[in-house]
């Protein structure tokens, strides 16, 4: 804060206002000076809100124009989102939990006052309780408007979800009735790959549950047996007066056996000889499983599933563009939740925690979800 007492700065300017450096100034000479909170940038802020290099402060002549390096949570000048911006005296600049004021050469925050208030003064302190009332009646209607908008985005997130359910439910059945067509044609290892899938994306329907838990115990007993020399269709048939032996119908139905987990059916697949065969067929049944997850909040266990056919076959060109796809994905649902952080703590809670079960702890943007879930929770707690 200037007094009109001392002397004018010769230089533009950078006053924080709010952060880490409250009350800091940062003097802009360079004719390009970068901001954020890597060591390398001409302005250093600590704050993990503002990315490694967050914006630059361009010198053209007498003007200074902001440019945002495509940071994570962005920049606001003066209240809107800018990517570009010429800046004047006084505007107000926003950029994670750090506000500063631009001050061009010459220019200052505030001035000191007489004594006494003037009589332009007076008059001014007379309407502030009007305008006061005034702006708490526009403060309400625009919460009243808010409140109702949220809960219309509620209601559509529910209609929506299920629908994605219900539509995933439908492909679940499509896969268990392709299975059970592929096991009865005695393609067991195509038909096991349909039916895990199936249970990948239903695990809760009985009848995929049972058909599943059969086919993995008709597979380990013909693994059991060995290789057959298949009879000749007079050996085949059965004595007379003896019973049919029951179908691969029957056979999948009955079963009792415990029904593995997902990741347990996946890791099975793949049993004859040829390891990198193997591996490849393994990384395969990850992308399959991976793509018929296609909601938001499936995003964490198609990520999952990617990662194990990277891990598996690492030249999987498939595993590498779909966890690039998810990775774009978790960043937008970061944006949006950084946008309603203020208005709706919960949402925007829950977003980030997708966002970090999704994305490796190494990833800058799954850390910064991480930071503001701790700061939302704690405010929560207060």
């Not at 056919?309 to 690039?324: F, I, K, M, V």
């Amino acid at each position: 804060m200037l007094s009109c007492g001392e002397q004018k700065p010769a230089t533009a300017c950078l006053l924080v206002t709010a952060g880490p450096h409250k009350g800091a100034e940062f003097r802009i000479v360079d004719p390009l000076t970068t901001l954020g909170r890597a060591p390398r940038n001409a302005i250093v802020i600590p704050d993990i809100s503002i990315s490694r290099e967050h914006l630059t402060v361009e010198k053209k002549g007498d003007a200074f124009v902001l440019v945002d390096r495509e940071s994570g949570n962005g920049t606001r000048v003066n209240g809107r989102w800018r990517r570009r911006r010429r800046l004047r005296h006084g505007d107000e600049i926003e950029i994670g939990d750090t506000t500063l004021y631009f001050l061009e050469p010459g220019g200052v925050v505030a001035c000191a006052l007489s004594p006494g208030p003037s009589a332009e003064a007076a008059t001014l302190l007379d309407r502030r309780p009007r305008a006061s009332v005034l702006a708490a009646l526009a403060l309400a209607m625009v919460l009243v408007v808010a409140a109702a908008f949220v809960r219309r985005q509620r209601l559509t997130g529910q209609i929506e979800g299920q629908a994605r359910r219900e539509a995933t439910h439908a492909v679940a059945l499509k896969k268990l009735h392709e299975g059970i067509a592929l096991l009865k044609q005695g393609r067991s290892a195509d038909g096991l790959g349909r039916l895990t899938v199936a249970a990948e994306l239903d695990g809760a329907d009985a009848e995929i549950a049972r058909a599943l838990q059969a086919a993995e115990a008709e597979q380990e007993r013909a693994a059991a047996t060995g290789p057959q020399v298949a009879p000749s269709p007079e050996a085949a048939a059965p004595p007379e007066g003896a019973h049919a032996p029951p179908d691969a119908h029957t056979i999948w139905r009955t079963s009792s056996r415990r029904r593995r987990a997902p990741e347990e059916n996946l890791a099975r697949v793949g049993t004859v000889p040829g390891e990198r065969e193997r591996r490849r067929a393994l990384a395969a049944r990850h992308v399959l499983a991976a793509g018929e997850l296609g909601a938001d909040e499936d995003l964490p266990r198609a990520a999952a599933h990617l990662r194990a056919a990277a891990e598996s076959d690492p030249e999987s060109g498939e595993a590498r563009t779909g966890l690039e796809r998810i990775a774009r994905r978790a960043k937008e649902i970061y944006l949006q939740a950084y946008m309603i952080k203020d208005d709706d703590p919960e949402a925007a809670c829950s977003s980030f925690r997708l966002v970090v079960e999704t994305l490796p702890a190494s990833d800058e943007t799954a850390m910064k979800a991480l930071h503001w879930i701790g700061k939302l929770d704690a405010k929560g707690a207060d």
